[in-house]
Each structure stands twice: as structure tokens, then as C-alpha cells.
């Protein structure tokens, strides 16, 4: 048994907690005194404090390992929701982007260049992986490319780091239409195959602007998510009213079909075009047909939507990282904690407050949206959560500090 004391939570209160394999058997309230001195010291650096740093103790009682995690916090797991396995270039040479800002030039230089660049999905993704666990990731969403030219070898790569990784792991994979569903003949059945082979989830990617065809895109979609009994997670990059149309079309085949709860949309750009009353009857009614949005925020996009409005609403709103660097972005470590603090920054967020939703929609949303169970910081759950060197949540988002510990079912991942 290990046992972790004067932790503190994110709303602040000071615990102690037991573990047992890979369960919570317990978590009380911390029972040593002075166990709140950073949290009464306002100024004073956690970094100040020597007896603040992490100790390991083989005890001489019932538990083998003892922490005491003062001047640390403690946050469940985190969730990336939107992520890109197969294309990470992470761990290899560095990769010159001279594109022009074209959506389908990008799609065809990374089609035609990725396996003469040397990107192995297989020897990517466990990279990847390694990276997005030893940072306190849990579960991830990860969309893998469908195309003609790389049929479902990049699948079937991902598919063996999944496997190699599924103690430690939870992965969910969305076949993924990068070049487009319908405009490209032979890509739906390959979809189908995808779907047969293991893909947990259909994707696609703007129907109107790739498929050039909104209604057949998203309808082709939908049959193949009623086929295989799957749901629908949708890149929709689309801009103001396009995107505003093919959303609503979304919308309205996700009721149709019965798919309330199974449907997400991902980056949802066209609900932060500034034209007026645009995203606020669709917020509505993403929010009644229960899909869930999910963003990266980027930096680099000029308009994304805003994760307080989506939330306030109902919609269930989470954090993905994204391309981790790749042919599409240079950006980006794998950390959810970064990615909370890049979101929070694009979403023009300072308050501690807001601060703390944010990490929410990288730990707690996700974990909602991909139906982790087990998932949280209470007895009976999963011995997995992070230590994070820092006095509150706020400053774990706005700092995304690297000086943490990870437990993994009960394991420690690094120090
Ligand atoms: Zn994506």
C-alpha cells in the first residue's frame, strides 16, 4: 500500500489519500498540522520550503511506501480528447514548413511526403504515448487518416501501439477521412473496413468545403456511424455561415438518427465568427442534441469558439492537443497542462477561476466524453492522478509546471 499525505485539491482542501494496487482505497482529510503553511503564506515560494519537497519513506507499518506531496497539488488525470497519433513527427528531425496557407495543400503535402519524411505510425504513436503519459495522460482520442494512397496501414500501426499500451492507456481511434469522404471514390469503403478492422469512432472533415457536398458528406457519415453501431466525432474547420449550415445539418442528423450523447465536433471553428447571432442558436441546440465540442484553441486559428459560452450552455466542451509536431503544426509537447494553458490564454482567461474550468475540460470533461469509468480522486477509483509542484489549480494551468509525479493504476510513471 502507498500512502500520499498533505496533498492538496483542487478546490483547495488539504488531503491525505491510500492507495492499494491500482485503487483508492482512501482519501481523508490530512491530518498533520502547519499542512496548509503555503496555502497561509501568501508570497512565500513553494520552492522555499525544504521539507516541501517530495521524501520517500519505507515505513515501518502497513504501508510501503510513504509520500508526503506538502507544497504539491493533486489533479485527476488528464484527457486529451483530440489528438493525432500516427502523424507526430516528435522524436524526429525537424520538419521545414513552407506551405501556403491553403487547407487542401497542406492535406496533399502530408499524403504525399509523410512516408518519404519517414513518419511510422506504429514507432510515432508509442512515442507519443510515452510522452502524453509521463506528462499525467490517462485516456486519449486519437483520429488516424483513411486515405487511398496509405489505405489502413496507418490504423493498423496505431492499432499495435494501442495494444502495446493498453495497460497503461486508455485509446479511442476515429477513422478519419483527411482527404475527404466522398470526393476521393473508394475512401467510404475503405472507412467501412476501418470501422470493421477497430476503429472505435467515424470521422470526417468539412462536408462542405472538402466533400463539396455538406448534405452527402454529413449523411454519409451518419450511415456508416448506423451501420456500425459507432459514434461520430467531425473535424469542422468551416468558416461562419458555411460552418454555421453544416453544423445545423450535424444537428439535425444526429436527432434523426437517435445519436443524442454519441456525437462530438471537433475545433467547431464557426461558433466564434464575430457575426452577430450566429453561434448562439446553435450553442442551443448542440446543447439539446448533447454533442460535445472539442478544441485545441490554437494560437494560430483566428477564430475558435469560446469554451465559457459552450459550457454555460450545457455543451460539454474538452481540451485535445491537437497536432503534436507534425506536418501541420510545429507546436505543441503533448501536455495537457500546456494545452490548458494555451486554451485559457486564447479564450482571453486570467481569473484563477476560469482558470480552473479550464483544466476541468482537460481532466474531468474528458473523462466524461470518453466514459472513463473509475476515473476521479475518491475511494474506490483508479490509483491514477498527478502531483504537480504548485499552490493552487490556477497556477498548475497558467504555469503547467513540469516538476510533477505521475500514478498510473497505482504505478509511478516518473519523478
Ligand atoms: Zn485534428
Redesign the pocket.
Known amino acids: 500500500m502507498l500512502k500520499i499525505t498533505n496533498a492538496k485539491t483542487i478546490d483547495g482542501r488539504m488531503i491525505d489519500l491510500v492507495t492499494d494496487k491500482d485503487k483508492i482505497i482512501s482519501v481523508t482529510k490530512s491530518s498533520e498540522k502547519n499542512n496548509d503553511i503555503l496555502g497561509k503564506q501568501p508570497g512565500m515560494n513553494a520552492h522555499d520550503y525544504d521539507d516541501a519537497k517530495i521524501a520517500y519513506h519505507i515505513h515501518d507499518s502497513v504501508y510501503d511506501r510513504q509520500i508526503d506531496a506538502a507544497g504539491y497539488m493533486i489533479l485527476p488525470p488528464f484527457v486529451d480528447t483530440?489528438t493525432?497519433l500516427d502523424k507526430t513527427a516528435v522524436g524526429m528531425d525537424w520538419i521545414v514548413n513552407a506551405l501556403p496557407p491553403y487547407l487542401p495543400a497542406w492535406v496533399e503535402n502530408e499524403r504525399s511526403h509523410r512516408d518519404e519524411i519517414g513518419i511510422d505510425p506504429y514507432r510515432q504513436a508509442c512515442r507519443l504515448i510515452e510522452r502524453d503519459l509521463s506528462y499525467g495522460t490517462i485516456a486519449i482520442r486519437s483520429?488516424v487518416d483513411i486515405d487511398l494512397e496509405h489505405g489502413l496501414r496507418l490504423l493498423d500501426g496505431v492499432m499495435k501501439a494501442r495494444e502495446d499500451y493498453k495497460d497503461k492507456v486508455h485509446i479511442e481511434l476515429v477513422a478519419f477521412p483527411q482527404s475527404g469522404l466522398l470526393v476521393r471514390l473508394g475512401t467510404y469503403e475503405l472507412m467501412s473496413e476501418a470501422l470493421s478492422m477497430g476503429a472505435d469512432l467515424v470521422g470526417g472533415i468539412d462536408p462542405a468545403n472538402v466533400d463539396r457536398d455538406p448534405k452527402g458528406g454529413v449523411d454519409a457519415i451518419f450511415r456508416l456511424a448506423e451501420k456500425y453501431d459507432k459514434p461520430v466525432d467531425i473535424?469542422l474547420h468551416e468558416p461562419g455561415h458555411l460552418g454555421a449550415f453544416t453544423m445545423s445539418l450535424i444537428i439535425e442528423r444526429t436527432k434523426a438518427a437517435g445519436m443524442e450523447g454519441r456525437v462530438t465536433i471537433?475545433?467547431a471553428f464557426c461558433l466564434g465568427y464575430p457575426e452577430a447571432g450566429l453561434a448562439e442558436p446553435l450553442i442551443e441546440k448542440l446543447a439539446d442534441a448533447k454533442i460535445a465540442v472539442t478544441t485545441g484553441s490554437q494560437a494560430y486559428i483566428k477564430y475558435v469558439p469560446s469554451v465559457l459560452q459552450l459550457e454555460d450552455a450545457g455543451v460539454l466542451i474538452c481540451g485535445g492537443n491537437?497536432?503534436v509536431r507534425d506536418m501541420w503544426s510545429p507546436y505543441g509537447t503533448g501536455d495537457m497542462l500546456e494545452r490548458a494553458m494555451l486554451i485559457s490564454m486564447k479564450n482571453g482567461l486570467r481569473r484563477d477561476d476560469l482558470l480552473v474550468r479550464v483544466l476541468r475540460m482537460c481532466s474531468d470533461n474528458g473523462a466524461r466524453l470518453l466514459h472513463l469509468q473509475d476515473y476521479g480522486i475518491a475511494p474506490g477509483r483508479d490509483a491514477s492522478f498527478v502531483l504537480v509542484r504548485a499552490q493552487t489549480a490556477a497556477e498548475c494551468v497558467a504555469q503547467a509546471p513540469k516538476e510533477r509525479i505521475v500514478f498510473n493504476h497505482g504505478k509511478i510513471m516518473s519523478v
Request: cysteine-free; aromatic content about 0%; charged content about 10%.
Open positions: 483530440h493525432h483520429h473535424h471537433s475545433h491537437d497536432n
